[in-house]
């Protein structure tokens, strides 16, 4: 979601394309997370305010397309070197890094919920997105979660993640080589997994992954071609008057579709979804389309560099994306613990999805700034806006 002018941005001296660290990209990707800690526990006040209930796509596609960003940002270097057994050695590390996370993320889940129903007697505690099999069948219930073939509801999106960086490499080295060529094998492929059962199972509890890691590649690919292309174009942004007209109607049709016409057409977005289109488990058609309207919008008039000029929010933002893989673990053990504190208060006068909004989620935000703030040093955070261009990472 960036159109030029960022750090890192055009050639070297030797004639080669600059990768490096893009302060708007880190700023997206902090938005982005926050909007995912607060999707995150449901049902508190600031869930209404969110771009899914405006549109037809949501977090998830951003999470994925920044990171595709990222990944050609990270490793772009490495590969216009020639150096391709760097970038992959990168990759595969960075992967398993994930892989050590989920799991640790997974088992936290698990304790928290765990301890949730020994001090409240509420089963809910234990049937709830997916954890009733680990508490039944703990052997296979292990070997499914170990394996990624069993993953707990809000921790299915790091499975999808870890994939894609196992193949990041390889979709970058095509991507360098040609990047339309990689842009049309990728839209095969997730043409292919809009076919039922075009995806991989899980396992112990029969079923298919909540996010399909073939069509889901999709948008990972199309991040990492449109890091390859603005930099070897100088990171020039085509300004299309016609494309810009499409991808302001189908966003303004979002809104319309997803508010149901702002409340006078009660059922009008149902009526919509019947007709296909908008699954979120392969991304359909509807929600991919909508993304890169938004994406293009937001890339064309420079909204990133507009937000990031708001006094503290900017900053603060760039500084989470910073440390985005540190600040997303916090925010899922923390969105866990929101759902459990939303449960427990649940019969209070005041009720605990409002308490959630009021006092949790925006206390769980503060948390996810500190952490950055935390990691990041305090030099580092006091020269933030001096700062030079820094490796990026996935």
């Not at 490096?20 to 995150?40: A, K, P, Q, S, Y």
């Not at 189908?250 to 009660?266: D, E, H, K, Q, S």
Request: hydrophobic share 55%; net charge positive.
């Amino acid at each position: 979601m960036h159109n030029g002018n960022g750090a890192g941005a055009g050639q070297t001296g030797r004639g080669q394309p600059e990768f490096g660290r893009i302060e708007t990209i880190d700023f997206w990707r902090g938005l982005v997370l926050v909007i995912i800690f607060i999707n995150h526990v449901p049902g508190n006040i600031f869930e209404t305010f969110t771009p899914r209930n405006f549109g037809f796509s949501d977090s998830a596609e951003a999470f994925v397309f920044i990171s595709g960003m990222s990944v050609a940002l990270a490793y772009g270097g490495s590969m216009s070197r020639g150096d391709v057994l760097g970038a992959l050695n990168k990759a595969w590390r960075r992967a398993s890094l994930l892989y050590v996370i989920h799991l640790l993320l997974t088992f936290t889940a698990i304790a928290l919920f765990a301890n949730a129903f020994v001090l409240t007697g509420k089963e809910i505690f234990l049937l709830g997105h997916g954890r009733d099999v680990i508490f039944d069948d703990p052997s296979a219930a292990l070997l499914g979660i170990v394996s990624l073939g069993h993953q707990l509801g809000y921790y299915n999106i790091l499975p999808l993640y870890i994939l894609l960086m196992l193949c990041a490499p390889f979709i970058l080295l095509a991507a360098w080589r040609s990047p339309m060529t990689t842009l049309t094998v990728s839209f095969v492929i997730y043409a292919i997994a809009q076919a039922p059962q075009v995806n991989l199972p899980s396992w112990p509890v029969p079923g298919l992954w909540f996010l399909n890691p073939f069509a889901w590649q999709l948008a990972f690919v199309i991040g990492v071609v449109t890091v390859v292309v603005m930099r070897r174009s100088g990171d020039a942004l085509p300004g299309f008057r016609w494309l810009t007209a499409i991808c302001a109607l189908l966003v303004v049709a979002g809104i319309v579709l997803t508010t149901n016409c702002f409340g006078y057409r009660p059922g009008l977005f149902d009526a919509a979804r019947a007709l296909g289109g908008f699954d979120k488990t392969d991304m359909n058609v509807m929600r991919l389309a909508h993304f890169l309207a938004l994406a293009y919008l937001l890339a064309r008039f420079r909204v990133g560099d507009g937000l990031m000029r708001i006094p503290a929010v900017g900053s603060s933002l760039a500084l989470m994306g910073r440390h985005g893989l540190a600040v997303f673990a916090l925010g899922s053990v923390l969105s866990s613990a929101g759902q459990i504190f939303a449960t427990m208060t649940e019969d209070m006068r005041l009720s605990g999805t409002t308490l959630t909004g009021l006092a949790v989620v925006p206390a769980g935000i503060m948390c996810l700034y500190w952490l950055a703030r935390y990691l990041a040093g305090p030099a580092t955070v006091a020269g933030a806006a001096q700062s030079g261009p820094a490796v990026a990472r996935a």
